[in-house]
């Protein structure tokens, strides 16, 4: 396929996530030709986004993408990536991403913050459940504090919505309240970019050192795309995948996935089910772990339960009675994602001993704020950030530019090591910082 009959532009974008969106957006209103290739499609005015069948269409495996060793891993493969089935919480980068590895992100974020106006959901949408939990926590003399969020009642309202962000707003927000990469991405379109879905690109032609396009198909047709610079936003799993196949072989070796579990205990009052997720958290960076109100959505509660015992799945009428605290671990890098397509993160002694802590802070919280003692368990484990695949300070520098000139990575496969919190506002803010990169 000649150059002549490709497609071309002066930046390729690989994935619609919040890395892929903002990169394409901000390059964009500067007037760059921007070609968007997303794998998935656009689902968002579909009757079923939002719903639990949904989650099964839009998810890589149906929602059954398990690495060897049994996590469950939720990987969306649609425009706006992993922003359409996420807590929409807002967390800053942590201080070492600056001290150890000399990136500074903080005008980004602050820009960020002003421009979607993130901050915590007022007192009297955080869920009464949840307020529980957090004041048990503050008793015990846990800090916790109110969650900032991608959240917004506001835009719901100017929807002529309600707003109803509970437990199955991860499946994918229908009261439009919930922040989505996919909002960026039409900005970039109206700005000018091109954007093709069901485009799955499978490698980068590199020619003499340099990434002068990509290669793959597009609704089962193949394609070759040119352009001077290509930027890889195809997730902490796609991302690496990519890179294997255009000859980096130290892509995937090792990852990280802020391994999550959750600790549930039964209550005689409501829960936390009806309830926004995560409007209350804590981080223990000394041990390695992050605490937040969070329970898995009603039909989704005995999948997750059966793997621990018919006991806990039994109990699934009393999903409204029940008070959840989501794990969420600062994991060692472990496993990796291979190119024979199996993914592997097993748990290190040290994360094993993260867990335990964290596990027992849990139960303590949970009695405090009045779960039968008896009733309280742990779920299996799951992976909620897959990440550290193609670190900085490894493979990428600190601009996230790759060996081969004009290739960038900006996604979760950049961290060099687990972020243990949420990593969209990170995601963005190097997306920001790279998009200024390239302009200069």
């Given at each position: 396929?000649?150059?002549?009959?490709?497609?071309?532009?002066?930046?390729?974008?690989?994935?619609?996530?919040?890395g892929?969106?903002?990169?394409?957006?901000e390059?964009?209103?500067?007037?760059?030709?921007?070609?968007?290739?997303?794998?998935?499609?656009?689902?968002?005015?579909?009757?079923y986004?939002?719903?639990?069948?949904?989650?099964?269409?839009y998810?890589?495996?149906?929602?059954?993408?398990?690495?060897?060793?049994?996590?469950?891993?939720?990987?969306?493969?649609?425009?706006?990536?992993?922003?359409s089935?996420?807590?929409?919480c807002?967390?800053?980068?942590?201080?070492?991403?600056?001290?150890?590895?000399?990136?500074?992100?903080?005008?980004?974020?602050?820009q960020?913050?002003?421009?979607?106006?993130?901050?915590?959901?007022?007192?009297?949408?955080?869920?009464?459940?949840?307020?529980?939990?957090?004041?048990?926590?503050k008793?015990?003399?846990?800090?916790?504090?109110?969650?900032?969020?991608?959240?917004?009642?506001?835009?719901?309202?100017?929807?002529?919505?309600?707003?109803?962000?509970?437990?199955?707003?991860?499946?994918?927000?229908?009261c439009g309240?919930?922040w989505?990469?996919?909002?960026?991405?039409?900005?970039?379109?109206?700005?000018?970019?091109?954007?093709?879905?069901?485009?799955?690109?499978?490698?980068?032609?590199?020619?003499?050192?340099?990434?002068?396009?990509?290669?793959?198909?597009?609704?089962?047709?193949?394609?070759?795309?040119?352009?001077?610079t290509?930027?890889?936003?195809?997730?902490?799993?796609?991302?690496?995948?990519?890179?294997?196949?255009?000859?980096?072989?130290q892509?995937?070796?090792?990852m990280?996935?802020?391994?999550?579990?959750?600790?549930?205990?039964?209550?005689?009052?409501?829960?936390?089910?009806?309830?926004?997720?995560?409007?209350?958290?804590?981080?223990?960076?000394?041990?390695?772990?992050?605490?937040?109100?969070?329970?898995?959505?009603?039909?989704?509660?005995?999948?997750?339960?059966?793997?621990?015992?018919?006991?806990?799945a039994?109990?699934?009428?009393?999903?409204?009675?029940?008070?959840?605290?989501?794990?969420?671990?600062?994991?060692?890098?472990?496993?990796?994602?291979?190119?024979?397509?199996?993914?592997?993160?097993?748990?290190?002694?040290?994360?094993?001993?993260?867990?335990?802590?964290?596990?027992?802070?849990?139960?303590?919280?949970?009695?405090?704020?009045?779960?039968?003692?008896?009733?309280?368990?742990?779920?299996?484990?799951?992976?909620?950030?897959?990440?550290?695949?193609?670190?900085?300070?490894?493979?990428?520098?600190?601009?996230?530019?790759?060996?081969?000139?004009?290739?960038?990575?900006?996604?979760?496969?950049?961290?060099?090591?687990?972020?243990?919190?949420?990593?969209?506002?990170?995601?963005?803010s190097?997306?920001?910082?790279?998009?200024?990169?390239?302009?200069?």
């Open positions: 396929m000649s150059r002549e009959n490709s497609l071309s532009a002066d930046v390729i974008v690989v994935g619609s996530g919040p892929g969106a903002t990169v394409a957006r390059l964009t209103k500067a007037g760059k030709k921007v070609l968007i290739l997303e794998r998935g499609d656009d689902f968002r005015n579909k009757f986004y939002g719903t639990y069948l949904g989650a099964v269409i998810s890589e495996r149906r929602s059954l993408l398990f690495t060897k060793e049994g996590l469950n891993i939720i990987a969306p493969i649609m425009v706006g990536g992993a922003t089935m996420y807590c929409g807002a967390a800053p980068p942590p201080t070492w991403l600056k001290d150890k590895y000399g990136i500074n992100l903080n005008a980004e974020v602050n960020t913050i002003h421009e979607l106006n993130i901050k915590p959901l007022p007192e009297e949408l955080r869920g009464e459940a949840s307020t529980r939990i957090a004041h048990a926590a008793a015990l003399g846990y800090d916790w504090y109110a969650q900032p969020k991608f959240m917004d009642p506001d835009r719901s309202i100017k929807l002529g919505k309600k707003f109803k962000c509970h437990a199955t707003t991860m499946l994918g927000c229908r309240a919930k989505n990469a996919a909002e960026w991405v039409d900005d970039a379109v109206l700005n000018g970019a091109q954007l093709k879905t069901k485009a799955r690109v499978s490698r980068v032609i590199i020619e003499n050192g340099r990434a002068v396009g990509v290669e793959g198909k597009i609704s089962g047709k193949n394609f070759k795309a040119f352009a001077d290509v930027v890889l936003s195809a997730g902490g799993i796609g991302s690496p995948r990519v890179m294997q196949a255009s000859g980096f072989s892509a995937g070796v090792g990280t996935m802020d391994t999550t579990v959750m600790v549930y205990g039964f209550t005689k009052q409501n829960g936390t089910g009806k309830e926004p997720p995560m409007t209350w958290s804590w981080e223990n960076d000394k041990d390695g772990y992050m605490l937040s109100t969070l329970t898995d959505p009603w039909l989704l509660y005995p999948m997750v339960a059966i793997r621990k015992g018919l006991g806990p039994l109990r699934w009428y009393q999903w409204n009675k029940m008070l959840g605290i989501m794990i969420k671990l600062k994991d060692d890098t472990s496993g990796g994602v291979y190119p024979n397509g199996k993914i592997s993160k097993p748990l290190t002694s040290g994360d094993e001993k993260s867990l335990n802590s964290a596990n027992e802070v849990c139960k303590k919280i949970l009695i405090e704020a009045g779960a039968d003692k008896s009733s309280i368990f742990m779920t299996p484990f799951r992976g909620t950030h897959p990440s550290g695949t193609v670190r900085v300070g490894e493979m990428l520098d600190i601009n996230l530019q790759s060996e081969a000139k004009g290739l960038y990575v900006c996604d979760a496969s950049v961290f060099p090591e687990s972020l243990d919190r949420p990593t969209v506002l990170t995601i963005i190097l997306g920001k910082r790279l998009a200024k990169h390239l302009l200069n």
